[in-house]
């Protein structure tokens, strides 16, 4: 569909994701990439007027006429196609980032038909748009350097390729343009040549990916845009995935809840191994045990909620001043200060996601044993402390239900593993399993509410009691768990939207309010599939995904009033929340396999 949008406000759900693995853009639009880290996720933005604006870093080309626009991924893979129609003609841009190779972002201007006038501006910026960088010609390429800044702009059209300047061209039908961005020592020596070169075989290696997901269902166009947008997620050095690409994109326009997702969480562990083993993809799910065995391994036993995609701790939070930020949502974070948090349910996650990969891999060897059983032991340890839990509250720490109950998964998978794979484990773990079962039985639970609670002696409720039956605590159809169920539905719901928790309730250190949570709303129809209850969930699920946006892609979040995307975008565990739905609707999927005891 045709969208006149020269004139429109941007919103989230305008952008659209390429990548290659070790970085992403995030493209507009308008033609304009408004925001991409380099060379890594978690490295400063030479483009980050999304964030701020176009004095920030952008590079836009577009008609520099009235014009609409439509846009797609070219089918099964990150190949984005933005097509411009005017008065006079038509222009299509092709953006893309080899997925192979050399580190280079593609940009492949054509004129479809007609005469069309461009306008083009290439401003890149140092220190997340925080300064101009120097440039100068070098061997007939354009070169920018400044603080961890280093890049060579080449193209077809040498005129083109000029710093900030909107720089004015016609294209006639037939006639082409191609750019190139690389660091200097990638830069090709025929910018067209390469240009050709790398989209045939970049479109040729997403083909080929996309082709070995062995789901098969009514939802497997969204499951197959879900997994690339995943696979472009990965660190592919490491095999670590990061949350999002983007940093402080807004859980509420205007507000201060904005944040650096450009790490890779562990409570996201078993949705990733789980969703990529399912889907039939069980390298990207061995990369990340080597990833996470790697990254912990000089920890003794102490584990951080994220790290950054080489393995190492993330940098302090810090707040971006000269930034205004998304639609005005201040402060602009970069870092993360929730690093340092106690986070219970991450030894959870990694002993289930350890588990669930030895289960489906029939690994039976001992490889990262010695590490899980110093986990256990170091949450052994701090089994008796309060945390900041899986919203990472920044007020104060609490007994936090969900945490409880992830302390207990971890106990009772490396329990299971012992006994599957052959490995030794100590005696008293069964012990702790069993008291942490009880415990969390007795003061997680709220029989006046029919409900398990956010927290111990609390009245509230929160969205992360949906995990408590797909994580195999107690059977999903279990009184207390189709109580917390429809508890949550009716207190933290809208529609098939849920919000995460009340807000305007818990003190939780920040002010505000913030969309629907998206994960959760999957989370609830997995439960419904676990009853048994397959056409509710099947009706949730095309809800929610379809709030994404024209190309497939997810946020956070979701505004059900203002019906925008909220948050930082692509999410990953949104869309691992997809995959996992679709697969749980369809057969024996993660939820069935997660929440039974004889996996």
């Known amino acids: 569909m045709l969208q006149q949008v020269e004139t429109q406000k941007r919103e989230i759900s305008d952008l659209a994701m390429i990548g290659d693995g070790k970085c992403a853009m995030l493209v507009d639009r308008a033609g304009a990439i408004a925001w991409g880290c380099w060379p890594r996720f978690d490295s400063p933005a030479p483009f980050a007027s999304l964030l701020g604006d176009d004095d920030n870093g952008e590079w836009r080309i577009a008609p520099g006429e009235s014009f609409k626009v439509s846009r797609q991924y070219r089918p099964d893979t990150l190949v984005l196609e933005t097509h411009f129609e005017t008065e006079r003609g038509s222009v299509s841009l092709i953006d893309f980032m080899p997925f192979e190779g050399a580190q280079a972002l593609v940009r492949r201007v054509r004129c479809r038909r007609g005469i069309v006038a461009m306008t083009s501006r290439f401003a890149p910026r140092a220190g997340f748009g925080r300064s101009t960088p120097e440039t100068w010609r070098e061997d007939g390429r354009l070169r920018v350097a400044g603080e961890q800044l280093d890049l060579a702009l080449q193209s077809t059209r040498p005129d083109l390729a000029e710093p900030d300047a909107r720089i004015a061209f016609e294209l006639s039908e037939g006639e082409a343009v191609?750019?190139?961005?690389?660091?200097?020592?990638?830069?090709?020596?025929?910018?067209?040549?390469?240009?050709?070169?790398?989209?045939?075989?970049?479109?040729?290696?997403?083909?080929?990916?996309?082709?070995?997901?062995?789901?098969?269902?009514?939802?497997?166009?969204?499951?197959?845009?879900?997994?690339?947008?995943?696979?472009?997620?990965?660190?592919?050095?490491?095999?670590?995935?990061?949350?999002?690409?983007?940093?402080?994109?807004?859980?509420?326009?205007?507000?201060?809840?904005?944040?650096?997702?450009?790490?890779?969480?562990?409570?996201?562990?078993?949705?990733?191994?789980?969703?990529?083993?399912?889907?039939?993809?069980?390298?990207?799910?061995?990369?990340?045990?080597?990833?996470?065995?790697?990254?912990?391994?000089?920890?003794?036993?102490?584990?951080?909620?994220?790290?950054?995609?080489?393995?190492?701790?993330?940098?302090?939070?810090?707040?971006?001043?000269?930034?205004?930020?998304?639609?005005?949502?201040r402060p602009v974070r970069f870092g993360n200060g929730a690093r340092r948090q106690l986070q219970l349910d991450v030894y959870g996650e990694a002993q289930d996601a350890i588990f669930q990969w030895r289960a489906a891999a029939d690994r039976k060897g001992d490889f990262g044993w010695a590490q899980q059983v110093r986990m256990l032991n170091h949450l052994s340890g701090v089994l008796d402390q309060p945390d900041c839990g899986i919203w990472e509250q920044r007020s104060h720490r609490e007994w936090f239900t969900q945490s409880r109950v992830l302390a207990w998964v971890a106990f009772d998978r490396v329990q299971r593993s012992a006994a599957r794979f052959g490995l030794s484990a100590p005696s008293d773990w069964e012990t702790k399993a069993a008291g942490l079962h009880e415990e969390i039985c007795s003061r997680g639970y709220d029989p006046q509410l029919g409900a398990f609670t956010r927290a111990y002696g609390s009245k509230s409720l929160d969205a992360s009691g949906l995990l408590i039956g797909l994580v195999g605590f107690l059977p999903a159809c279990d009184p207390r768990l189709v109580g917390t169920l429809e508890a949550v539905r009716k207190n933290l719901g809208d529609g098939p939207f849920l919000r995460r928790y009340d807000t305007e309730r818990e003190q939780d250190g920040m002010t505000g309010r913030e969309g629907a949570f998206l994960p959760c709303s999957f989370w609830m129809a997995d439960n419904l599939v676990l009853l048994g209850r397959r056409d509710e969930a099947a009706a949730i699920f095309e809800q929610v995904a379809g709030v994404a946006n024209d190309v497939g892609l997810l946020s956070e979040e979701y505004d059900v009033s203002g019906r925008r995307l909220l948050g930082n975008f692509p999410q990953a565990l949104t869309h691992l929340a997809l995959v996992h739905t679709a697969l749980n609707l369809t057969g024996d999927g993660p939820a069935h396999r997660r929440a039974s005891s004889d996996y």
């Open 178 to 329: 191609d750019f190139v961005l690389s660091a200097p020592e990638d830069a090709p020596e025929d910018a067209g040549v390469f240009a050709a070169e790398a989209e045939r075989r970049c479109a040729a290696f997403w083909r080929a990916w996309a082709v070995r997901c062995t789901y098969i269902g009514p939802w497997r166009a969204a499951v197959v845009r879900s997994l690339i947008t995943l696979k472009a997620l990965i660190y592919a050095p490491t095999g670590a995935m990061v949350a999002a690409p983007t940093s402080s994109l807004p859980e509420q326009m205007g507000g201060e809840r904005n944040w650096d997702y450009r790490y890779c969480w562990l409570r996201d562990a078993t949705f990733t191994i789980m969703a990529f083993l399912h889907a039939g993809y069980l390298e990207e799910a061995e990369a990340w045990v080597n990833w996470f065995v790697a990254a912990t391994k000089a920890n003794s036993g102490k584990l951080y909620p994220f790290y950054g995609v080489n393995g190492a701790e993330v940098i302090e939070e810090r707040e971006a001043d000269w930034l205004s930020g998304f639609d005005h949502s």
